[in-house]
């Protein structure tokens, strides 16, 4: 019998002005999942601990399987398999906890398989978890979380993601308030167009960012950071947003905004020391508005998902 372990890390989607088109790995926390081929065809979720008994058992609908279903049936294989799944990353927090247990699941499966695929040709099959999650197929998580780093989702017809090398040593805060956002309620909130005014500054600020990342320009990468098209309408969502941010630049990020849809904040900053001191200051200023939260400070994860030792 053939088991396996994986672990995927958190991400942040969006990175303020990369809307749907950009994300990056965080080296904790992430899901972990234990893959043991069985010996009747089909994909089974054995357990899930971590989830207060919230995902769903059923094959077609709890991300893991679905995108283990996807790998096998690209493959044309039949093999049984049992998951179990091991959720650290809190739901609904805007963090990327359904791509990172359909990225382990799948870096899982295809070390089973001999590493069959690249990651790269991984990606589709978690977004099709991601469209199970949220009715999106978007992969500005599932791309950071399988490749590692900052990627880019240059196009999505056909998918054309790229790893973008990054010469700033940069590192991450992440500020979980004790609310809950779905997805796809953060994402039903959007105005279905953009002005051009506003497409103009969403543009600059992301070519900006990605300058800023590639020649390690930290003040490039700090005026960048700023979002004219979800965050307006999606900060509604988060109490205390403004000032919040306002506090994480007061004590030295480089910027700041929400991560993926939310309600989870992130911050970027230039050393660890700084990143702790952001997020202190974050949480002291959400308990102003009655929010307790979550801080994990972590480097840039430059590999993405990971086999473990059992
Ligand atoms: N880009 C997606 C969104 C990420 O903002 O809706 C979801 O985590």
């Given at each position: ?8 890390p958190a991400t942040v989607a969006n990175v303020c002005c990369g809307f749907d088109i950009l994300g990056f790995a965080v080296d ?72 990172a247990s359909a990225v382990a699941a799948l870096v899982g499966i295809n070390y089973l398989f001999g590493n069959k695929l690249t ?77 051009l005014k506003d497409a103009i500054t969403q543009s600059g600020n992301t070519a900006g960012l990605m300058v800023g990342l590639m ?96």
């Amino acid at each position: 019998m053939k088991t396996v372990k994986a672990f995927a890390p958190a991400t942040v989607a969006n990175v303020c002005c990369g809307f749907d088109i950009l994300g990056f790995a965080v080296d904790s926390p992430g899901d972990e999942v234990i893959l043991t081929q069985k010996n009747e065809p089909g994909v089974v979720v054995k357990k899930i601990v971590g989830d207060g008994g919230r995902l769903p058992l059923e094959a077609n609908l709890n991300t893991a399987s679905v995108a283990v279903q996807s790998f096998l049936s690209a493959i044309d294989s039949t093999v049984g398999i049992e998951i179990e799944l091991f959720k650290n990353l809190p739901l609904g927090s805007g963090m990327g906890s359904s791509a990172a247990s359909a990225v382990a699941a799948l870096v899982g499966i295809n070390y089973l398989f001999g590493n069959k695929l690249t990651r790269e040709e991984l990606i589709p099959h978690a977004m099709e978890a991601e469209r199970i999650a949220c009715g999106s197929a978007h992969a500005d998580n599932v791309g950071p979380s399988l490749l590692g780093g900052f990627v880019l989702v240059r196009d999505y017809h056909p998918l054309d993601v790229v790893k973008i090398p990054v010469a700033a040593n940069l590192y991450c805060t992440l500020v979980h308030p004790q609310i809950e956002l779905k997805t796809e309620d953060a994402r039903r909130v959007l105005r279905p167009s953009v002005a051009l005014k506003d497409a103009i500054t969403q543009s600059g600020n992301t070519a900006g960012l990605m300058v800023g990342l590639m020649s390690g320009d930290t003040n490039l990468i700090s005026r960048s950071l700023k979002d004219v098209i979800a965050e307006p309408v999606r900060s509604v969502f988060i109490p205390g947003f403004e000032a919040v941010k306002s506090e994480a630049v007061k004590a030295g990020a480089l910027g700041c905004g929400i991560s993926g849809s939310g309600p989870t904040m992130f911050a970027l900053s230039g050393s660890h020391e700084i990143a702790l001191a952001v997020g202190e200051a974050m949480q002291r200023q959400f308990l102003k508005y009655n929010l307790k939260s979550e801080v994990h400070v972590s480097r840039i994860n430059l590999d993405g998902a990971k086999i473990i030792d059992l």
